[in-house]
């Protein structure tokens, strides 16, 4: 399924070529990420048409020239950033690659880059000789492997980057699968007590937080957040994480909520958009702050573990779409199609 411009998909075949490196991977299902969205909606101005969309991908790897890390069988998750591995960005270990343009990343390189098939929303893709896998046991389904990939970036945001600590507190801004996963991770992690905020139309997501074991559900639509987390527990939360869909002022609630001497992980982009801040609030609270960009290789590890014996993250996929209908799995996690028991959506093969 191309996506040949915003809000346009159309079933194209694209040939499996040969490749003198690296291997194939047969799809078995792909998430629908928040980037997906965008990109899909034309609401990124670095995306260059035409594309296949999808970088939450779970297969079975095909073909392999040999140098692939798996035998060919395995069933594997991908992560989705590829590195050169001298670019700064990758010498200085952070994301975003810069060895392609606009981002070296499956679901964001264009068709036009050979061998084509650079996306999840296909029936294959291609394994460049960089990518990182990880194997997927055989008794978690395929829609549910596709959740591995918010886990991992649970586990980075809220126990990597946030440096958290047993018995520490965590509030999560944004009941998103991400902002789930922070859930999972954090009290997984041995966090004493974890809160997380959303809105009206979040209302399912944020039972769902409450059955994963948060303590505290906020509705920021109707309830003052600074002041349900401090009837409840008492005092600041060490850690706030800012998992919020372009929404400014919820980097300003991170800042102002967090205890002094805490950390804050900024885990949401803002649409591009310049947003002004109070900077003495960072310094008089001593705070550290995070920017967060994807997840580690780690925290795949982690998810890929986790998916295999938690069978609470069964339930976290609510929508499962085939490969003909990847516009409606588009469209209902744009929340288009309504947002009752909106969780996340897989789209399956």
Known sequence: MLLVEPRRLACNKLPIQPVDKGGWLAIEATGISGADVQMWKGDRPDVLYPLVLGHQVVGRIAVSDGS???EVGTRVVVEPELRCGVCSRCTNKVGGC???????SYGRLPSTEPPGLWGGLAEFLYLDPSCRMHAVSDDVSAEVATFI???????TWAVEL???LPSERVMVLGPGPRGLACVLAALGAGAEWVGVSGLDVDEDRLRTASNLGAHLTVNAT????????ADHLGSRPDVVIDVTSD???AMFTALDLVRSGGRVVLASTKGNRPVHFFSDLIVTKQLTVRGALGATTAGYTWASEQAATDKRIDHLVSHQFPLGESQRALQAAAGILGHEELISVAVTF
């Open 149 to 155: 990939h918010p886990l991992a970036a649970g586990y």
């Open 222 to 229: 109707t309830e003052d957040v600074a002041e349900s987390v």
């Open 68 to 70: 692939l890390p798996f």
């Open 162 to 164: 946030a440096a958290l």
């Open 247 to 249: 929404d400014p002022e």
């Open 98 to 104: 810069r060895n392609r343009r606009p981002v070296n």
